[in-house]
C-alpha cells in the first residue's frame, strides 16, 4: 500500500465537512501566514547562506541552537505547500515554493552537502554531534519536501539536489571500516529514506535506512563503543557536561538509543523522536513481510506499553516538560502545578503517523481508533478556527503557569508548519485501499467525513463516497460509482467507544472482524448506496486507576470535551476544586460561533456543581475518608465544549478536561 502522502490526491471533498473546513482556513489564511513568519524571521532567505544576526543568540536549549530547525521549518512548509497546490493554484504560494527551490538548490556545496548551520555557522563541524544537532532530521524533511514538490510540479528541480545530498549520506554513514557508525539524535530521516526508496528503488536509500534503524542503541557500534560516547569523546565534551533536557549523564534513552531497538521493553524519552522512529520500524518491517519478527515483536510491545500506560485522554503523549517525552508508566498529570503534562501537538501527529503504518501490517481497529482520537483531539487543538496561532504543548489543565493560551509562533516552530502539512494530506488518512487485480479491490475504511475516493481498477474508475457531518452527527451515507466490472469488498471500521451501531440494507454478517465491519463484493454489488449509523451521544471517560487521577472527563464520539472560563465565568482556580456527579444529567444543544470557525455540539451537565471544600476549618486534622463538599447557588449548571475549539473566544485561560470525581 502507498503512503498517504501519495494517495491523498484521490480523495476530494466535495461537501463541506470539519476536515474540509480546516483545510480550506490552511489554504486561505495558514500557509500565507506562515509564509509571512518566515520572510519576517529570517528563515525564508536562510538558504541564501548569508550571516543572521539570531545566530549569535544564547541557546534556549542548550547546546542546541535556536535556529538550528531552520531548514525544517522551510522543508515542511514546502511540503505543506505542495500538498494544497494539488487541490487549488495560490500564484502567491508558487511564486514562494519556486523561490525557495532556487535558494536551496544555490545552497547545496559541491560535494552534496546542504545545511545552513553548518554551513554558515559552523561548517568545520559537519557531522560532529549527531546525537544533539539536527543534520539528519533537516535532511529527512527535505527529503519528504523534495517528494512532495516532484508529485506537484513533475520536475527534478528539488529532488535532484536532495537525491545528490543523500548520495553523500550513503558514502558517509554505514557499516564499512571507512564509515561512521552513527545514526541520528532525533529521527526523521529513516521515515523518509523508504518514502524516498518507494519512488527511487535505489538499494543504498533502503540500506541507509536500515543502517539507521537497526544499528540504533548498539552499544558496541564504534570501535566496540557506543556511538555517542565515542562522537562525545572526539568533539572534547568535558565530563559530566551534558544537554539542558538530560536528567542524568548518558541519557540515551532520550534518543531511544539506550538500548538496540528489538530490546527495548517500554516506550522512553522524547515523544516525537519515538513516534518518527517507529513509524519508520513499522514501515521497514512492512517492506520486509514476515522476515522481520523481532522487529515486529517490538513495535507492538512500545505500542501497547504506550496506548495502555503512557497515553492522555485525548490521545496526547509526553508528560515531562525537561526531555518533551515519556514519564515512567502511569505518569499522567493533568498540568504543570499537578506534576508536569507536555502532549506536544507533533508527538499527536506521530502517532497518527505511525497507526497509519501498522494499519499496513494489520488492520486492527485499535490501531484506527487512536489514529481518529489523536486527530480530533491532540491534532486539532494545536491549531486556532484561524489558523493563525498555534499550540507546542497541549495541557489538559491549565495553570498560572501555564495557561490555555496559543501562540503566534515559536522559536522552535516545529509544529505550526506540522499540522499544516497533514491537513494537506490527511485524505490518505481516511481510507486505504488494495487493487488485487483488474477486476476486484479491498477499500478499507478508517475514519468518516464526507469525502470521495477514486481509484483506478483495471480500465475502471471505482468511486466511494461517504456523506456525513461528523463527528458531530453519527449518520454516513455511502456510494459506490461506476462498479459494475469491478468485485469491491469493504471494510468498514466501527469505533471501539460505539455503544450500538447499524447499517441498512442490513448485510449479511455483523461479525466485527477486529473492529471492522466486512461488506463482502455480492453485498456491495446488490447494494451499491448503504447509511451507517454509529448514535453519538455523551460519555464519561477516566484514566486508569494506576495514574491516581480521580478525574472524569466528558466524550462524544471521537471528542473529548473541557470546561473554559469563558462559558463558566466564575472559575478562579482553574476548575481544580471542581467535582462532577457521574449520576449528573448530560445535555446536548446545537451552537453556531463565528469565532469557533465551526457549528459545534456543546454539552451542559445540569445541576448546580460541587466543589471541594478544602479551605474548610480543621480539614487537615479530617477523619480518614471524608471529604468536605460545598455548593454555590450562583452557578446553576457546567457548560463543556471540544477541546480542539478551545481558546477562541479570549478569556482568562482557564481550562480543565478531566474533572475530579464526586463520592
Not at 148 to 166: F, G
Not at 183 to 202: D, F
Amino acid at each position: 500500500m502507498a503512503y498517504p502522502q501519495k494517495v491523498f490526491s484521490k480523495t476530494s471533498f466535495p461537501e463541506s465537512s470539519f476536515i474540509s473546513r480546516r483545510r480550506q482556513v490552511v489554504y486561505d489564511n495558514t500557509l500565507l501566514y506562515q509564509l509571512n513568519v518566515l520572510k519576517t524571521t529570517g528563515r525564508y532567505d536562510a538558504f541564501k547562506l548569508k550571516w543572521h544576526p539570531s545566530y549569535n543568540d544564547k541557546p534556549d536549549v542548550w547546546p542546541v541552537p535556536n535556529h538550528l530547525f531552520w531548514d525544517s521549518d522551510v522543508a515542511k512548509w514546502i511540503e505543506g505547500a505542495c500538498y494544497f497546490l494539488q487541490w487549488k493554484e495560490n500564484p502567491e504560494i508558487d511564486a514562494a515554493v519556486k523561490e525557495l527551490v532556487d535558494m536551496i538548490r544555490s545552497a547545496q556545496q559541491p560535494d552534496g552537502y546542504l545545511n545552513i548551520h553548518f554551513t554558515v555557522v559552523e561548517p568545520q563541524k559537519r557531522f560532529t554531534n549527531l546525537r544533539d544537532l539536527h543534520e539528519l532530521y533537516n535532511a529527512g524533511h527535505l527529503i519528504e519536501a523534495a517528494l512532495a514538490h516532484n508529485e506537484h510540479y513533475q520536475n527534478d528541480l528539488l529532488l535532484e539536489p536532495i537525491l545528490k545530498y543523500v548520495e553523500l549520506l550513503c558514502k558517509t554513514f554505514g557499516p564499512e571500516p571507512q564509515q561512521k557508525h552513527g545514526y541520528p539524535g532525533h529521527p526523521e530521516i529513516e521515515l523518509a529514506l523508504l518514502r524516498l526508496y518507494e519512488k527511487t528503488n535505489v538499494p543504498e536509500h533502503l540500506n541507509l535506512a536500515r543502517y539507521f534503524i537497526e544499528e540504533r542503541g548498539n552499544p558496541t557500534g564504534q570501535d566496540g563503543r557506543h556511538y555517542y560516547d565515542v562522537e562525545s569523546e572526539a568533539r572534547g565534551d568535558r565530563e559530566n557536561e551534558r544537554p539542558v533536557y538530560w536528567p542524568v549523564n548518558r541519557s540515551y534513552w532520550y534518543q531511544q538509543a539506550h538500548k538496540p531497538i528489538i530490546e527495548q521493553e517500554t516506550i522512553e524519552g522524547h515523544s516525537v523522536r519515538a513516534m518518527y522512529l517507529l513509524t519508520a520500524v513499522a514501515d521497514l518491517v512492512r517492506l520486509d513481510g514476515t522476515n522481520n519478527k523481532p522487529m515486529k515483536d517490538a513495535l507492538e510491545r512500545l505500542w501497547l506499553n504506550m496506548t495502555d500506560k503512557k497515553m492522555y485522554l485525548t490521545g496526547g503523549i509526553g508528560a515531562q516538560k525537561q526531555w518533551e517525552g515519556f514519564g515512567i508508566d502511569y505518569f499522567l498529570p493533568s498540568g504543570t502545578d499537578e506534576g508536569g503534562c507536555y502532549a506536544e501537538t507533533c508527538a499527536a501527529i506521530g502517532v497518527m503517523m505511525l497507526a497509519e503504518r501498522l494499519l499496513q501490517l494489520d488492520l486492527d481497529g485499535k490501531y484506527a481508533d487512536i489514529m481518529e482520537l489523536c486527530f480530533y483531539n491532540a491534532v486539532m487543538t494545536g491549531m486556532s478556527a484561524t489558523g493563525k496561532q498555534f499550540t507546542y504543548v497541549n495541557q489538559l489543565a491549565s495553570s498560572e503557569a501555564d495557561l490555555s493560551k496559543r501562540a503566534e509562533w515559536f522559536t522552535c516552530a516545529c509544529c505550526p508548519p506540522n499540522v499544516t502539512r497533514l491537513l494537506g494530506y490527511i485524505g490518505g488518512y481516511l481510507w486505504s485501499f488494495d487493487v488485487r487485480d483488474e477486476k476486484s479491490v479491498q477499500v478499507n475504511v478508517h475514519m468518516f467525513s464526507s469525502a470521495s475516493l477514486t481509484i483506478p481498477v483495471g480500465g475502471s474508475v471505482l468511486e466511494l463516497e461517504q456523506k456525513s457531518n461528523w463527528p458531530w452527527e453519527g449518520k454516513i451515507n455511502f456510494s459506490l460509482r461506476n462498479s459494475s466490472d469491478v468485485s469491491a469488498t469493504i471494510k468498514l471500521r466501527i469505533p471501539n467507544w460505539a455503544e450500538t451501531w447499524e447499517i441498512a440494507p442490513k448485510p449479511p454478517s455483523s461479525h466485527l472482524e477486529k473492529g471492522y465491519l466486512i461488506l463482502p463484493a455480492d453485498w456491495v454489488k446488490a447494494n451499491p448506496s448503504f447509511e451507517l449509523n454509529i448514535p453519538l451521544k455523551p460519555r464519561f471517560i477516566s484514566p486508569h486507576p494506576y495514574t491516581n487521577q480521580d478525574i472524569v472527563a466528558l466524550a462524544r464520539g471521537p471528542l473529548v470535551y473541557c470546561v473554559e472560563d469563558f462559558d463558566n465565568a466564575w472559575v478562579e482556580d482553574h476548575f481544580k476544586s471542581l467535582v462532577l456527579d457521574l449520576a449528573s444529567v448530560v445535555d446536548e444543544s446545537q451552537v453556531s460561533a463565528k469565532e469557533m470557525g465551526e457549528p459545534y455540539v456543546a454539552l451542559t451537565v445540569q445541576g448546580v456543581p460541587s466543589f471541594l471544600d478544602v479551605g474548610m476549618k480543621g480539614t487537615e486534622n479530617s477523619p480518614f475518608g471524608s471529604v468536605a463538599y460545598r455548593q454555590t447557588g450562583v452557578i446553576e449548571n457546567l457548560h463543556f465544549i471540544p477541546y480542539a475549539l478551545r481558546d477562541n473566544r479570549g478569556g482568562k485561560g482557564h481550562m480543565r478536561v478531566g474533572i475530579r470525581r464526586k463520592h
